[in-house]
């Protein structure tokens, strides 16, 4: 089947507006993650969903960050009051439980 | 100290040459050994994946691990002009239950006909 999607592919926002970023998962991967990575920067973990279990949002920098998952599917991260600091690509990426993540396209946010 | 260390590069050689890609880390819990591949303004997407110390073999990619002196490296033969991407290690352990996985910075690699 499909692979990782994420949409949008590319989002510019101005500073100070909410953004939703939104990512669908291979069917039947039980976990899910995103990460950000800056130009020049590796992959930085924000936050693990695994099933119904209570996440795991170690990564999230601030309190403006914020995900959610229903179940074992669509997932959305959310980013309120952006900052030029948030441009970044997002990335997901899902996989059986310790398994191999498959990722998906990620989504260029940009600040200005 | 960042727990993964990788040059940025970026590398450039030409057609056919070996290419040589490595990472030191600090964390001895790591367990599991990853170098992922990703093309420009696509996600990264796995190469190889080792777990012990020794060298592993997928065609013209090789990934050496030692363990002792807290060194990976990922090798390419005849390399390809369609290796041009950047490569990101990877390093993980078990951690609440799920794989906690590092990445390094990544290195971009520019293989020239």
């Known amino acids: 089947g499909a692979g990782v999607s994420q949409s949008p592919s590319n989002k510019v926002t101005e500073k100070g507006k909410d953004v939703e970023l939104r990512c669908d998962p291979i069917?039947?991967?039980?976990?899910l993650y995103w990460y950000r990575q800056r130009l020049g920067q590796g992959l930085e973990f924000l936050i693990y969903?695994?099933?119904?279990?209570?996440?795991?949002k170690s990564g999230l920098p601030s309190d403006r960050f914020s995900a959610e998952r229903t179940g074992e599917s669509v997932s959305t991260l959310t980013i309120q009051r952006t900052q030029q600091e948030d441009s970044a690509v997002y990335l997901c990426?899902?996989?059986?439980?310790?398994?191999?993540?498959?990722f998906g396209p990620g989504t260029r946010l940009t600040v200005l | 100290q960042k727990e993964v260390e990788q040059d940025p590069g970026p590398l450039s050689v030409p057609e056919g040459a070996i290419v040589s890609l490595n990472c030191t880390y600090s964390?001895?819990?790591?367990?599991?050994f990853m170098w992922y591949r990703q093309y420009s303004r696509k996600g990264p997407e796995l190469l190889m994946y080792?777990?012990?110390?020794g060298n592993k073999e997928d065609g013209r990619f090789t990934a050496q691990v030692d363990k002792s002196s807290k060194y990976i490296s990922l090798f390419i033969r005849d390399s390809q002009p369609s290796d041009s991407a950047t490569y990101l290690c990877?390093?993980?352990?078990?951690?609440?239950?799920?794989?906690?996985?590092?990445f390094g910075t990544g290195t971009k690699l520019q293989v020239i006909p």
């Open positions: 969903f695994q099933g119904n279990s209570a996440p795991d």
């Open positions: 080792t777990y012990s110390s």
């Open positions: 990426a899902s996989s059986h439980v310790g398994n191999e993540q498959f």
């Open positions: 990877a390093m993980s352990y078990h951690s609440g239950g799920y794989q906690k996985v590092t």
């Open positions: 069917s039947g991967h039980t976990a």
């Open positions: 964390n001895s819990a790591f367990q599991y």
